[in-house]
């Protein structure tokens, strides 16, 4: 079956420093992924949606200056966090589809930023 | 736009007995339905979707949900539940039309007592 990856699963880092997450879908072509954010027992909020090869689109209140999103191949999509404040902490998810239409969206393990 | 709620923050359950986690869903349109799971520190796991069809629909781990369009319901049943089971629900609906994100409810966090 369909397989993303997220990686690093954990990462800590100092404030002021900025953070790269990478979504890799493994055995299938992804042109759209989603990104979501979880706030500790909070639902899954979408930051956002890359399209390969174009611009991303972002939900409203979501800064795109600080939330970088590159969909630079069909495998992979990355989320940098530019200028991590400690309330940037939190679980970053990106999902994507096998076969788009097909409802079958697949989630990576999740990344869990600490913002020191 | 479309909307989920999930009514209960928490439900507890008795091992061996049946369980129900609730969702509600408001869409314009036909939705597409959908329940996924999250155990601590881990992404999602797919249960189970409504697309069309049987309103009945039965997904993994023994899951299954009703699809109720007058009560625009897709409630989370399971004929007897186990403590393995503890995790935290989320039910979500898409917009039709492909490469749509998934909207998500609040979550239901599950806790089975043995």
């Known amino acids: 079956g369909a397989v993303v990856s997220q990686h690093p699963s954990r990462v800590i880092c100092k404030s002021g420093t900025s953070v790269k997450i990478e979504c890799r879908s493994l055995?299938?072509?992804?042109?759209?992924m989603f990104w979501y954010r979880q706030f500790p027992k909070q639902s899954l909020m979408l930051m956002a949606t890359?399209?390969?090869?174009?611009?991303?689109?972002?939900e409203q209140g979501v800064e795109k200056d600080k939330f970088l999103i590159n969909h630079a191949s069909l495998t992979l999509s990355t989320l940098t966090v530019t200028s991590a404040h400690p309330e940037d902490s939190s679980f970053y998810i990106c999902?994507?589809?096998?076969?788009?239409?097909?409802?079958?969206?697949?989630f990576g393990a999740g990344s869990r930023l600490t913002v020191l | 736009a479309q909307s989920v709620a999930q009514p209960e923050d928490q439900v507890n359950v008795a091992e061996g007995n049946p369980l129900t986690v609730k969702c509600t869903y408001s869409?314009?349109?036909?939705?597409?339905l959908f329940w996924y799971v999250q155990y601590p520190n881990r992404g999602l796991q797919f249960l189970l979707k409504?697309?069309?069809?049987?309103?009945l629909v039965k997904g993994s781990y023994g899951f299954e949900a009703e699809f109720n369009k007058s009560q625009t319901s897709f409630h989370l049943k399971k004929p007897s539940a186990l403590v393995s089971d503890s995790a935290l629900y989320f039910c979500?609906?898409?917009?039709?039309?492909?490469?749509?994100?998934?909207?998500f409810g609040k979550g239901t966090r599950l806790s089975v007592i043995a």
């Open positions: 999902s994507a589809e096998m076969v788009p239409g097909a409802n079958v969206l697949t």
């Open positions: 055995d299938f072509q992804a042109t759209t």
């Open positions: 890359s399209n390969e090869g174009s611009k991303a689109t972002y």
């Open positions: 869409v314009s349109g036909n939705p597409y």
């Open positions: 409504y697309i069309t069809g049987d309103n």
């Open positions: 979500a609906v898409r917009l039709q039309g492909g490469n749509t994100p998934l909207v």
